[in-house]
C-alpha cells in the first residue's frame, strides 16, 4: 500500500491565491520530499524536509512536516497559472535505504 | 549537459512480446530506479539498484527485468510474463546517499496492442 496518502486529490484555485496541500504517512522517516509532475512528463524535485525539521522554505514553497501526527503540507503562495501540475509527496522511510514511497498526488489547477 | 534520458518516448508492442526500455544518466549517480505510473495515480517501484552489478525487487517486480552492467545504464525488461504492461514507465537516479532527491528522467509511454 502506499505510504504517503496526498489530500486533496484534485485542488482548483484562481492564480494569485495560495494552495495547500496536505500529505500523511504511516511509518518512521528519514525524510520527505515534494515533487512536481508536469502531464506526461517526469518528476522534479521541489523541496526536502529531514525528519527533525518542522519547516522548510523555497521560493514561494512552504513545507511543514509534523512527525507527531506522520503529516506534511506543501504551501505554494501567490499562484500563477505556470504551477499547474501534479504534486507528489514522497518518504524515505529508516529502513528503506535510499528508496522511496509515492503518494498517489495532488492535482493542482489555477485558473488564470 | 548532465541529466538521465529514457528511449523511447513512446513504444507500441503486440502481446506476448518483450520489450527493453532505455535509462542512460551521466550524473555519476550510484542509485538507479525504476517506476510504473498508470493514470491518475501515483509511482509503483518495480526495480531499484544502489550499485553496479547489484539490484533489489520493488513493490511490483513480476513480470519485469533489469541489468545494471554499467554504472550509467539501467534498462527494464517488460516481459510477456507482465499481464497489463500499457503504463508510463519513469526511471531515475540519485547518489547513494541519504538525504537525496532523485532525478528523473522525461518517462516512456508504453501501450500494448
Known amino acids: 500500500s502506499q505510504q504517503g496518502e496526498e489530500d486533496p486529490q484534485a485542488l482548483s484555485i484562481q492564480e494569485g491565491e495560495n494552495a495547500t496541500m496536505n500529505c500523511s504517512y504511516k511509518t518512521s522517516i528519514n525524510n520527505l520530499q515534494w515533487y512536481r509532475q508536469n502531464s506526461g512528463r517526469g518528476l522534479v524535485h521541489l523541496i526536502l524536509i529531514r525528519s527533525n525539521e518542522r519547516e522548510k522554505h523555497s521560493g514561494r514553497l512552504r513545507v511543514t512536516l509534523d512527525t507527531s501526527k506522520k503529516s506534511s503540507s506543501l504551501l505554494i503562495t501567490a499562484s500563477r497559472a505556470a504551477d499547474t501540475a501534479s504534486y507528489f509527496c514522497?518518504?524515505?522511510?529508516?529502513?528503506?535505504?535510499?528508496?522511496?514511497?509515492f503518494g498517489e498526488g495532488t492535482q493542482l489547477t489555477v485558473n488564470p | 549537459d548532465g541529466g538521465i534520458t529514457q528511449s523511447p518516448k513512446y513504444l507500441f508492442r503486440k502481446e506476448g512480446q518483450n520489450v527493453t526500455l532505455s535509462c542512460e544518466q551521466n550524473?555519476?549517480?550510484?542509485?538507479m530506479y525504476w517506476y510504473r505510473q498508470d493514470p491518475g495515480q501515483g509511482l509503483r517501484l518495480i526495480y531499484y539498484?544502489?550499485?553496479?552489478?547489484?539490484?533489489q525487487k520493488g513493490d511490483i517486480a513480476e513480470g519485469y527485468s533489469v541489468s545494471r552492467e554499467k554504472k550509467e545504464s539501467f534498462p527494464l525488461t517488460v516481459t510477456s510474463a507482465q499481464k497489463n504492461p500499457t503504463a508510463f514507465y519513469l526511471c531515475a537516479s540519485s547518489p547513494r546517499t541519504v538525504y537525496n532527491e532523485q532525478f528523473f528522467g522525461p518517462g516512456t509511454r508504453l501501450t500494448v496492442l
Open positions: 550524473l555519476n549517480h550510484d542509485a
Open positions: 539498484s544502489q550499485i553496479v552489478n547489484d539490484f
Open positions: 514522497a518518504t524515505e522511510e529508516e529502513t528503506s535505504g535510499s528508496r522511496l514511497t
